[in-house]
């Protein structure tokens, strides 16, 4: 038998003073209770418990025993808190991965955030356009830009990824402003080179119930936002870029949205972790935020 379970009866049988008092409180039997106390005496090799037809009594053995039980009691339940405390306070290090736009000016700020209200907390972020291997690479969770293969892992889905198209004031003086999505076949378009794939060379956009591809052309291609905006705001072609990396630009003026009547691209966007894994509280606390902040609506 399990000893801490009869160390258990054991200090229940002698403080409700009987065997039927104390398996009522435990949840067993009487006779249950009887064989824990035996199999502590069968150790001990002396009785615990002096027992009459009328009353039971400590022995001398069994009053000492008691008391010590009743510590090692309260040290394995002391014990069990704290290893429910570390399960539910978010502590050590996470390893993440997050497209490399996304991260740097969406993703940021979130986890500072999250660092801020979780001090023992870690995180290990790694931004890269290519698709990690979460299993393989030892990633606990990562946010996923584009449509999904079939897989083992759980996908939460993500408000979708918005895009717009803008471009410098000067470039419009210079080239004229797009009226509709297929002038931009005339227009210089800047491209995106995926670290897996080649830029998007057919962009698409939709007005009400209708949608219009258009393939358009471009001589630069970037896999890196920044140096394409360096290359928009210095007014050298029109850019199809995030939302939230754009804004500031066109917030300040330096960019002019385009196409305003239209709907840009957008692009699925999911948190992905695998299936199996034993959510710890750090990783069920960032998914858990995670899905509040760019959940979707």
């Known amino acids: 038998m399990d000893r801490l379970t009869s160390m258990g009866a054991f200090v229940m049988a002698a403080e409700s003073g009987s065997y039927a008092s104390a398996a009522e409180r435990l949840g067993l039997s009487p006779q249950m209770v009887a064989k824990h106390v035996a199999a502590l005496e069968r150790r001990l090799g002396a009785r615990l ?3 009459t037809t009328r009353r039971q009594s400590l022995t001398e053995l069994g009053s000492a025993y008691y008391e010590r039980c009743k510590h090692i009691l309260s040290e394995a339940q002391a014990a069990d808190s704290l290893a429910q ?16 736009t996304f991260g740097s000016y969406s993703l940021m700020p979130f986890v500072t955030e999250f660092l801020r209200q979780h001090p023992e907390v870690e995180i290990d972020l790694h931004l890269t356009d290519r698709f990690v291997d979460l299993v ?10 584009g449509p999904l293969a079939a897989s083992s892992l759980t996908a939460k889905p993500l408000a979708p990824y918005r895009l717009v198209a803008c471009a410098a004031p000067s470039y419009l003086t210079d080239r004229g402003v797009p009226q509709i999505p297929g002038d931009l076949k005339n227009h ?25 591809r258009v393939q358009v052309v471009g001589r630069l291609q970037v896999n890196e936002s920044k140096a394409l905006l360096s290359a928009a705001l210095d007014g ?10 754009l804004e500031p630009a066109l917030r300040s003026g330096e960019l002019v949205r385009l196409l305003a009547d239209y709907e840009a691209p957008s692009r699925q966007m ?23 902040r760019f959940g979707a609506p």
């Open 188 to 212: 210089e378009c800047l491209g995106y080179a995926y670290w897996s794939r080649p830029a998007d060379r057919e962009w698409v956009f939709c007005k009400g119930s209708a949608v219009e």
């Open 85 to 100: 405390i570390m399960n539910d306070t978010p502590r050590g290090k996470l390893k993440i991965s997050a497209p490399v």
């Open 236 to 245: 050298f072609g029109i850019v199809l870029g995030p939302e939230d990396f």
């Open 136 to 145: 393989e690479e030892g990633y606990e969770v990562t946010f996923r830009i």
């Open 49 to 51: 418990l002096n027992r």
């Open 270 to 292: 999911h948190l992905l972790y695998t299936a199996n894994r034993q959510k710890t509280a750090k990783l069920r606390r960032f998914i858990d935020a995670a899905l509040a």
